[in-house]
């Protein structure tokens, strides 16, 4: 059982570099997200896409950019990587969407580094 | 901006010890749930509640929902090393959006 699949897992950038985090699901689900988890701090959302073909604002958008390609993937593109995106960035996915009350599932995470 | 404020931010206790942590906001919220995140690993659901006042308990752990639906604790009985990880609370709105409170750290001593 596949899930949530992210890669890469590790990538070191200078500033300036641009940059895809790949993401995709194999459990059909309608509703991806983009997070991100800073030391000592919870998961901030930077992108979500309800539905194949829609992709909406979270808290931190600044400085990124989605696709949300098919139902299976979900990408997130640096366009000019800063030491501030350092992070680690989680991709999740949920059905359905409205309520919240199903489980996310989460991949193992990229772990980005800007120099 | 919906916060959740989890506390306390870091815990560290002995085998065999009881524990609470809370999630707190003043807004209210349509579910909320706890995910346990183990390092190197996405968060992993422990738990949804809907209902205020609901209570659920999933073997050692007990997590109740605040009858106004803004505040939900998770208790750990008997804490045991395994249970070492950060604890995440997310609370879901009808607009279908989450927020994730900042998280506790538990370590468990053995």
Sequence with gaps: ???????????????????????????????????????????????????????????????????????????????????????????????PHRGLNTEAFFGQGTRLTVV | TQLLEQSPQFLSIQEGENLTVYCNSSSVFSSLQWYRQEPGEGPVLLVTVVTGGEVKKLKRLTFQFGDARKDSSLHITAAQPGDTG?????????????????????????
Excluded at chain 1, 62 to 88: C, D, H, I
Excluded at chain 2, 98 to 105: A, L, M, V
Aim: glycine letters at 10%; charged letters at 15%; one cysteine or more.
């Design chain 2, 86 to 110: 950060l604890y995440l609370c997310a609370g879901g709105t009808n607009a279908g959006k989450s927020t994730f409170g900042d998280g506790t750290t538990l370590t468990v001593k053995p």
């Design chain 1, 1 to 95: 059982n596949a899930g949530v699949t992210q890669t890469p897992k590790f990538q070191v950038l200078k500033t300036g570099q641009s940059m895809t985090l790949q993401c995709a699901q194999d459990m059909n689900h309608n509703s991806m997200y983009w997070y991100r988890q800073d030391p000592g701090m919870g998961l901030r959302l930077i992108y979500y896409s309800a539905s194949e073909g829609t992709t909406d604002k979270g808290e931190v958008p600044n400085g990124y950019n989605v696709s949300r390609l098919n139902k299976r993937e979900f990408s997130l593109r640096l366009e000019s990587a800063a030491p501030s995106q350092t992070s680690v960035y989680f991709c999740a996915s949920r059905l």
